[in-house]
């Protein structure tokens, strides 16, 4: 079985779908491994070390793709790519299946089976294969790294001779992977840290970290599937918003991470709460792309208003993508492990507690009842 690597086309993206111990471990099961000429290069990966570990080099998409029954990607290809993937070929990445509802439909009239690694459930059997959480642990380090760059002070406690300075206090609202990375990241630089997650299951990771978990004297609770959080009700959500506005007024850096998948990122910071803010305190909005948990945020830049950074990065963990590919790596070597028999053939069972509900479409339809729902109520 043939198994193709293709050189990321997203723009700005810089990691690799599978890197060369990866392709090692893919070998060894008795796959062939194509690689994209060049595929690895922004990511510290020459051809030459994807040749020692076993895999082949092509020179074009078409030879990467020729005869190839699964493909790897970071991202979904564009469209023109598709139309070089052989029916009945298995296409696995981050296909956005809840949004890209063009490319779903471009799977189906080819019959691609699409494997979201969105989708991936967050069991304890599949921890190893969760790419959205080894990617957010990436962003949630990078997102402290960004507000330490943009804040005009010092994130640690200095004793000098030339007087103390006191340490800068960070406030992290939603302590999923993302936000606990987050919360490790600001204490290791030294800065005091509280934390806000409507779901208090939470509470004893973020204080085993060494930051205070912020709560209000009434509940606000919202704990969805998988662990995810759920839409808080209008009352919920006011409480919440007073909440932490009441910390935000002497805090210097923010790092916002609450999502609800398929759903617009709810709204944490107003403007009226920017305003309460210290003039020089930064925000870093992980959820912008989504919406954004600032009021105020704009996916991919950096807005200043009323003395406050609005940094609202897109895709931070391509930033670091040495280590962000090798976790991605891992997670689709794991996860393509599912697909085989014990000689080594494809076997795509979709009664697997993983391969089912990661699978988005096969045989020319859609699989998932979620993707399902989100284009039924786009009418498409």
């Given at each position: 079985?043939?198994?193709?690597?293709l050189?990321?086309?997203?723009?700005?993206?810089?990691r690799?779908a599978?890197?060369p111990l990866?392709?090692?471990?893919?070998?060894?099961?008795?796959?062939t491994v194509?690689?994209q000429?060049?595929?690895?290069a922004?990511s510290?990966?020459?051809?030459?070390m994807?040749?020692?570990?076993?895999?082949?080099?092509?020179?074009s998409?078409e030879?990467t793709?020729?005869?190839?029954?699964?493909?790897?990607?970071?991202?979904?290809?564009?469209?023109?790519?598709l139309s070089?993937?052989a029916?009945?070929?298995i296409?696995?990445?981050?296909?956005?299946?809840l949004?890209?509802?063009?490319?779903?439909?471009?799977?189906i009239?080819?019959?691609i089976?699409?494997?979201?690694?969105?989708?991936?459930?967050?069991?304890?059997?599949a921890?190893?294969m969760?790419?959205?959480s080894s990617?957010?642990?990436?962003?949630?380090?990078?997102?402290v790294?960004?507000?330490?760059?943009?804040l005009?002070?010092?994130?640690?406690m200095?004793?000098?001779?030339?007087?103390?300075?006191?340490p800068a206090?960070?406030?992290?609202?939603?302590?999923g992977v993302?936000?606990?990375q987050?919360i490790?990241?600001?204490?290791?630089?030294?800065?005091?840290?509280?934390?806000?997650?409507?779901?208090?299951?939470?509470?004893?990771?973020?204080?085993s970290?060494g930051?205070?978990?912020?709560?209000?004297?009434?509940?606000?609770?919202?704990?969805?599937?998988?662990g995810?959080?759920?839409?808080l009700?209008?009352?919920?959500?006011?409480?919440e918003?007073q909440?932490i506005?009441?910390?935000?007024?002497?805090?210097?850096?923010?790092?916002?991470?609450?999502?609800?998948?398929g759903?617009?990122?709810?709204?944490?910071i107003?403007?009226?709460?920017?305003?309460?803010?210290?003039?020089?305190s930064?925000?870093v909005d992980?959820?912008?792309?989504?919406?954004?948990?600032?009021?105020?945020?704009v996916a991919?830049?950096t807005?200043?208003?009323?003395?406050?950074?609005?940094?609202?990065?897109s895709n931070l963990?391509?930033?670091?993508p040495?280590?962000?590919?090798q976790?991605?790596?891992?997670?689709?070597?794991?996860l393509?492990?599912?697909?085989l028999?014990?000689d080594?053939?494809?076997?795509?069972?979709?009664d697997?507690?993983v391969?089912?509900?990661?699978?988005?479409?096969h045989g020319?339809?859609v699989?998932?009842?979620r993707?399902?729902s989100?284009?039924?109520?786009?009418?498409?």
């Amino acid at each position: 079985m043939r198994v193709a690597v293709l050189k990321e086309t997203r723009s700005a993206e810089n990691r690799v779908a599978l890197v060369p111990l990866g392709v090692k471990t893919l070998v060894q099961k008795g796959l062939t491994v194509v690689v994209q000429a060049g595929a690895g290069a922004t990511s510290g990966i020459s051809d030459v070390m994807y040749e020692e570990a076993g895999a082949e080099i092509a020179g074009s998409v078409e030879e990467t793709l020729k005869d190839a029954r699964v493909i790897l990607v970071v991202n979904a290809p564009f469209p023109d790519q598709l139309s070089n993937l052989a029916n009945h070929s298995i296409l696995v990445g981050f296909l956005d299946p809840l949004s890209n509802h063009a490319l779903i439909n471009l799977l189906i009239e080819s019959k691609i089976t699409g494997i979201s690694m969105e989708l991936v459930p967050r069991i304890t059997r599949a921890q190893s294969m969760d790419a959205l959480s080894s990617q957010a642990t990436v962003a949630g380090y990078k997102a402290v790294l960004l507000a330490a760059n943009h804040l005009p002070k010092f994130l640690p406690m200095f004793t000098t001779a030339a007087g103390t300075i006191r340490p800068a206090k960070a406030l992290v609202l939603g302590a999923g992977v993302a936000g606990l990375q987050a919360i490790a990241t600001a204490r290791r630089l030294g800065a005091v840290v509280e934390a806000f997650d409507v779901r208090p299951a939470v509470k004893e990771q973020v204080e085993s970290l060494g930051a205070s978990f912020l709560e209000s004297e009434e509940e606000v609770t919202a704990e969805g599937e998988g662990g995810y959080a759920k839409e808080l009700t209008e009352d919920q959500h006011h409480k919440e918003l007073q909440l932490i506005g009441s910390a935000l007024t002497d805090t210097d850096i923010v790092i916002t991470t609450a999502q609800i998948p398929g759903r617009e990122a709810p709204v944490l910071i107003t403007e009226d709460m920017l305003k309460t803010m210290k003039h020089g305190s930064v925000i870093v909005d992980l959820a912008a792309e989504s919406g954004g948990n600032c009021q105020l945020s704009v996916a991919g830049e950096t807005v200043l208003a009323h003395g406050v950074q609005i940094l609202g990065p897109s895709n931070l963990s391509t930033t670091i993508p040495v280590h962000a590919s090798q976790m991605y790596s891992k997670n689709i070597v794991t996860l393509i492990s599912e697909f085989l028999g014990d000689d080594g053939e494809l076997e795509l069972d979709f009664d697997n507690d993983v391969i089912g509900p990661s699978a988005v479409t096969h045989g020319g339809e859609v699989r998932n009842e979620r993707v399902q729902s989100a284009m039924q109520s786009n009418n498409l």
